[in-house]
């Protein structure tokens, strides 16, 4: 189906004995499948590979491209036949929202041609502000629906004029508030999810229970009748000490007058009207220092990660809600990393035992227990359910071979791991398939994770040579007539130590006589993340480049990775004099230079975030002989370290202020002031010829440098008079001329790169948007360049960094004296309407006269630059997942060669464009 990751699916049989699935695909909208019957035989086989029907799909108002999100589907049966309600969330804020608040859409005869009723929209009431977020039937009322609109509470909303003229209207807001019976908590809470069943008490009576975001389970009995309810807060069962965390979903079942209630509940990541990027489809980045998702104001203070199914029982009419029994998941060795439970569904058994929870999480699978409906007490049923998962990220395309994809791939779970590397068939329908033996070193055994060994503090893990950084890489063809020629790729890393499990955690060195990739068993070697060991405070994980040689294959899908002859060292730059920087970041990345020598690039730019130097320049050629001719000229390439010492490499001074001790790292993450060089981002580049003042070639690399980190907290951090404290947090590119750094012949042979200006993507005057600088591409158009700066916030920035407008160079500290360049235009990308952020420009590419940006949630978006003056977003692609890296590949067609857009879209995989 073509959207992986649906927000909601309810399943629905029809009188023809037909079985449908119905899936809110947020802003994909809605799609029906026909479920064949071979998935309902005692052993299910698969059916034939097709996709659904979207059935709706909410159009993008002209120019906007913002959509409604689909975040809820449930059938009613009626006596006229079935009624399909589909939930289109959007924020009740105008501010927020320009496609209006949540709605509620019908369809009659979904199962065939659906037939539209008039669709329902809430008002605009903004205190709170009103999101959908859930809904649900009566079993026992065929004329209204329940809608869970966030904070702002639960309706009721009629169906009546069935069948001649169907209509949807609104009654009296279902009443619930800080008067119903609880032990307190935050209020009015956040609804998250509804269920309602029918007790056959005397009368009989519908029960509506709502997982409340804050820890706390709401049941309204005698639903549309007389209503009274009640709260519960969650239980919190220890030892040690849990918070129950968020309550995330709830389903209910009865046996006889009783009701048994499961409620999914989980203290990471934290929940609003939205999940956090990037691991939910809904997820974003809300501010500079790329804190994920939104922050909650109402956070109930969570103590130890976990996360839970909480049941609760209530044996009507006359007893109450109480708590059974908990599954409590706190084992990250059994459940391979942090807990992440997403949803659940209870179904009753046959009779009064066994009853069935389905349990789904991201770090463990599906699970199913047998429960217990009187105790609440459960039993696991076998092992978790899971299947491949690939989380596409950014990745780069083999120059020797276009269908070879090397893609990053998130941390998803204990399932198999679909391979990092991927095949793309160079003819249509170019099907997308998984390199043997490329999700692990090549050994006979691949499990994901090994168990740590005793007395380590770090997991162990395979290195998993195949997988990209999450920004771009330098790669290229070996040019020494080598046969095969080697394909080099510099991807960044955190940086690993083989160790010997016989003598406890001692590392073993780069050229001991043991260095292999498996052991005797086959079984990839031990391996940790090497730690920078600070005897003043806590050790911290160091971060730096793998340099990869392979033997790709020119035409059709590898063999397997071990076919390729991998090999892999490891480079830890040390610090340059006066660097200011943490020993380990995340945001690592390389590129080449364009200038060539011997068909090899003459320069590497490595890039890193946490540091004033962002960016080291070592020479291809050190670096090729450094791998080659280590241990002794008889390097066996796994994972041996390459020594370089200052001499060896140039740094640049990509965070300007600091120059001179003029500031201090300060930044402002969250409302909150931290001093800290983590904060010192640097990220992507982009290497451009331009002419200097005399007419001669000049070389400018553009850096996307994050944001100055120059806040002023009020005297306590910031050193005082620092003359960047008015630029701080703005979107910031540093550019610098790196014409003799890339020579490798004459006098000035690798030489120093000199900065030449900063440009901050806002207007010189107040207000002084804050912004974070992510991803950069330059295009020259006659004698003019112009870079494109990819904001994290939601904009981007068009810079004209032509060499006359960043001579001459500045020859002191930056400031005061030298002007900042400032954007000559820019082009602000849609908001989402749940939340009102806009989308985040994460990575970009340019190909002729439009610019492609991934934005996260929204899809990849499309910029006519044409006229850089004045470019204009002309659409929007909608992809399924969290677009987070765009690459470009060439094929022949029978139109000629054309281009390719391959997306990294997170949990959805890899998709190609055309």
Known sequence: MPNCQPLAMHYYQDQSGARWLFIAGGALGVYRISLCPSLFLQQPSECIAGYGDLLVQDAIPTGSFERKRCVDVDVLDTQWGPVLFALFAASSDPAQSS?????????????????????????????????????????????????????????????????????????????????????????????????????????????????????????????????????RLLS???????????????????????????????????????????????????????????????????????????????????????????????????????????????????????????????????EIYDVDPVTGAWASLGTPVVGDTLGGQEGCISLRNSGVVEFVSEAVGP??????????????????????????????????????????????????????????????????????PHEYFVAGRRVLERFSPTTGCSAETDCSTSLSFCDANGDPRWWMRKRDYNPTGPSVFRTGWRVISMDIPTTGMPASGPSMSPRWWEIDLP??????????????????????????????????????????VVKTSDVVYKAEHSCGGSSPGIGEFLSFSTADYRTVLTHLELQAGACSPVAQCSGVFVDKPHQLVNNRCAIYRTANMSGGAMYVLAIASGFPASFDDGGTLQVPGCPWVGHAGQPMLVLVDVTNTGTLTGANKFGQPIV????????????????????????????STFAFVGDLLGTVWV????????????????????????????????????DGFRANCIDIIVVNDFLYCALGRNGIGVINISLPISPALVDVIDTPGLALGISTRSVSTSHGLETQLVVGDSRCGIRVYQ
């Open 575 to 616: 610090d340059a004099p006066g660097e200011q920087a943490t020993p380990g970041d995340d945001h690592v990345s390389s590129i080449t230079d364009t200038r060539m020598t011997s068909n090899a690039p003459n320069v590497i730019y490595l890039t890193r975030s946490g540091t004033s130097n962002g960016v080291k």
């Open 756 to 783: 030449l200006r900063v440009a901050l993507g806002s207007v010189a005057s107040p207000p002084q948007p804050l912004g974070h600088a992510i991803a950069v591409c330059t295009k020259t158009i006659g004698a």
């Open 236 to 366: 919190n069962p220890g030892p040690p000490v849990r918070s129950p965390g968020y309550a995330e979903k709830v389903a209910a079942i009865v046996n006889g007058t009783s009701t048994l209630v499961a409620v999914t509940a989980q203290t990471k990541p934290s929940k609003e009207e939205t999940g956090a990027a990037p691991y939910h489809v809904n997820g974003f980045w809300s501010d500079i220092c790329q804190q994920i998702g939104a922050p909650d104001p109402d956070d109930p203070g969570l103590v130890n990660e976990h996360a839970q199914v909480q049941f609760f029982g209530h044996a009507f009419p006359s007893g109450q809600l109480t708590f059974e029994s908990v599954i409590d998941y706190t084992n990250p060795v059994n459940h391979g990393g942090p807990p992440g439970t997403e949803s659940a569904v209870l179904l009753p058994g046959p009779g009064v035992y066994p009853n069935r929870l389905f349990m789904c999480s991201t770090l463990v699978g599906t």
């Open 415 to 484: 399932g198999t791991p679909s391979p990092q590397m991927v095949y793309i068939d160079p003819n249509p329908p170019y099907s997308i398939a998984g390199v043997l033996q490329t999700d692990h070193s090549p050994c006979a055994n691949p499990p994901p994770f090994l168990p740590n060994p005793p007395a380590c503090a770090s997991q162990a893990r395979d290195p998993g040579l195949y997988a990209s950084s999450l920004f771009e890489e330098a790669h290229w063809v070996d040019g020494s007539g080598s046969n095969p």
């Open 99 to 231: 496609v209006g608040p949540t709605e509620v859409r019908a369809y009659t005869t979904p199962t065939s041609a659906p037939v539209p009723i008039p669709p329902f929209q809430f008002g605009s009431a903004t205190a709170p502000v009103e999101v959908g977020t859930c809904l649900a039937v009566d079993p026992a009322d065929s004329t209204a629906i329940y809608v869970g609109l966030g904070k702002g509470g639960i309706r009721r909303i009629n169906l009546t004029g069935m069948p001649a003229a169907p209509n949807l209207n609104q009654q009296t807001p279902i009443t619930w508030n800080c008067s119903c019976p609880t032990t307190g908590s935050v209020c009015p809470q956040h609804v998250r999810d509804i269920d309602i069943v029918r007790v056959p008490t005397t009368p009989p009576q519908s029960v509506l229970y709502a997982a409340l975001n804050y820890n706390e389970l709401l049941e309204i009995s005698d639903l549309g009748g007389t209503p009274s309810c009640t709260r």
């Open 799 to 834: 810079f004209d960094v032509t060499g006359s407008k960043l001579l001459p160079a500045p020859t002191g500290n930056y400031l005061p004296g030298t002007p900042f360049l400032r954007p000559i235009s820019k082009v602000d990308l849609p908001k989402d309407p749940v």
